[in-house]
Each structure stands twice: as structure tokens, then as C-alpha cells.
């Protein structure tokens, strides 16, 4: 008998003891009580700009205070990488700047999804045209 990754019993020739992959998937698919709310309360961790922008400051004291930037960042409550991300993307924008540069990426997303519409339509009028001419 063999043991494979996910715990399921094989044997080798008769298949007498194997477990049917349903099953494995259905424990996998298992989720706690809990479950949903644990989602809930992950996604209410996703910070605005502002919190960023207010968290990279923080960090920029308290190495102004003597500490490692490592320590200032586990002091804050994140990780390096994410850090490093933030301060790549938020680093030298003001609170007022942000919070124009996401309005700014909203805007231009729902124009893309308005130019990527009319296109959508425009092609289906030149097929309409061209089969009813």
C-alpha cells in the first residue's frame, strides 16, 4: 500500500482500499464554520491609500528615530515586501496627490471599459452592414 501526497490510500492490482478522488476533493472543499467570515475579515485588511500614505510616514519616523527599517515596518504591521510595494507605488505622493491618482485610475478604467463597449458594438453593426448589403 502507498501513501500518496494528499493522503489518500492506493494499493497496487485489486484497488480494494482506495479512496475515490471525490472524496479527497470534497475534504479539500471543507471549510470551517468560520470560513466566511475569516474572508470577511480578510478582505477588510486590503488598506486605502490614505492608510498607506499615513503607515509610510510612520515608518520614515520612527527611522528617523534610530530604528531599522526593518523594525519600523514589523512595527506598523506589515511585511518588507509589502513595504517596499507601497513605497514603490505611494512613496513620494502626498495624501492629496493619492487620493487624485486612484480617482484618476478609476476614471480611466471605466473609459477603457467605455471605448472597449463602442468597439464591441461598432464591429457587430460593420458584420450587420455587410451581410444585410
Same mark, same amino acid.
Given at each position: 500500500r502507498y501513501s500518496s501526497r494528499n493522503g489518500a490510500n492506493t494499493t497496487t492490482g485489486s484497488g480494494r482500499t482506495r479512496r475515490l478522488a471525490t472524496d479527497v476533493l470534497r475534504r479539500?472543499? =471543507?471549510?470551517?464554520? !468560520?470560513?466566511?467570515?475569516?474572508?470577511?475579515?480578510?478582505?477588510?485588511?486590503?488598506? +486605502?491609500?490614505?492608510?498607506?500614505?499615513?503607515?509610510?510616514?510612520?515608518?520614515?519616523?520612527?527611522? !528617523?528615530?534610530?530604528?531599522s527599517v526593518a523594525e519600523a515596518v514589523r512595527s506598523i504591521g506589515? +511585511?518588507?515586501?509589502? =513595504?517596499d510595494r507601497w513605497r514603490t507605488e505611494f512613496g513620494r505622493l502626498k495624501l492629496d496627490q493619492v487620493k487624485r491618482l486612484k480617482a484618476l485610475e478609476r476614471e480611466n478604467a471605466r473609459?477603457?471599459?467605455?471605448?472597449?463597449?463602442?468597439?464591441?458594438?461598432?464591429?457587430?453593426?460593420?458584420?450587420?452592414?455587410?451581410? !444585410? !448589403?
Open positions: 479539500r472543499r =471543507y471549510r470551517s464554520p !468560520g470560513h466566511k467570515a475569516a474572508q470577511e475579515e480578510a478582505r477588510k485588511k486590503a488598506h +486605502t491609500p490614505e492608510e498607506i500614505v499615513a503607515r509610510l510616514r510612520q515608518v520614515e519616523v520612527i527611522v !528617523g528615530q534610530g530604528k506589515v +511585511t518588507e515586501p509589502t =513595504y473609459l477603457r471599459e467605455a471605448v472597449s463597449d463602442l468597439t464591441l458594438e461598432k464591429v457587430i453593426l460593420k458584420e450587420a452592414a455587410a451581410q !444585410g !448589403g
